[in-house]
């Protein structure tokens, strides 16, 4: 009754296809994959829709490497109890910080000790909200061990002890921490080198320079009556980039005021929430 919990490895090829006892330091995947450790009650969601599409296939060629630890196989006692009643009343159940602390340090054992370059995080909508600054921040770590909460959440106590960032996707409530972890993991490998196959399209995103985007479209050129505006039919394409602009202020003044100010606060064009390159040369604006 007190083995080792075992971590599963995921994607086409593992090192280690017997996930015995993790022999620490021997597991790296070759050239700087990113590795991910997800800490969860049910690993089986894992990875999921992370197996699809580009992110499954940079799986597959140990771009990252994604490892489940299934947080019930920390529990110390014979029905695996991972959760108990809230301290005060109330209803739910909350997640036991002895547990949840043996899941962490498990999975933190052959991480960096420079937490800068691989944190653990909680997803909770009690978190600071996600960025794509912070996705950008770390997609330039080594690694990032995240953990799933059930239940009305994690004791207190464990996320203080074992310095936990909380990050959230949104103002609204899930069941589980997994969907969210699976987003953020979506988030940051596809801007891992190798992953996306055009580069430069993570750059010209306009969302990247604090804006939404412009509207987009594609043949036929008159779908139920509607046509394509003409101007992207021209081939002027100083003057589409324009009229993109000018799309993507007007959207996001109407929709997200928020962005906006800063936007203009930080004088336009700049990298979105990153205040190194705040204060570039404006253009025109009403
Ligand atoms: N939950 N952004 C409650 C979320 C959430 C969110 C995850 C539900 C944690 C305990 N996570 N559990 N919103 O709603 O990240």
Redesign the pocket.
Known sequence: MSETPKPRSHGMFSARPTAGPKPLGTDQAPGGAFRVKVLTIFPELFPGPLAASLTGKALAERLWTLETLDIRRFARNKHRTVDDTPAGGGPGMVMKPDVVAAAIDAAQADAPRERARWPVI????R?RP?TQARVRELAAGEGMTLL???????DERVLEARGVEE???????????EI?AMALIDAVVRLRPGVLGNEASTEEESFSRGLLEHPHYTRPQVWEGREIPEILLSGHHARIAEWRRAQAEELTKERRPDLWRAYRATGGDTEQSDAKTAGRAGRKRD
């Open positions: 909680y997803l909770s909508p978190g996600l799933c909460g059930r239940f009305e959440g994690v990050l959230s996707l949104g103002d609204f409530v899930l069941t589980g921490g969210p």
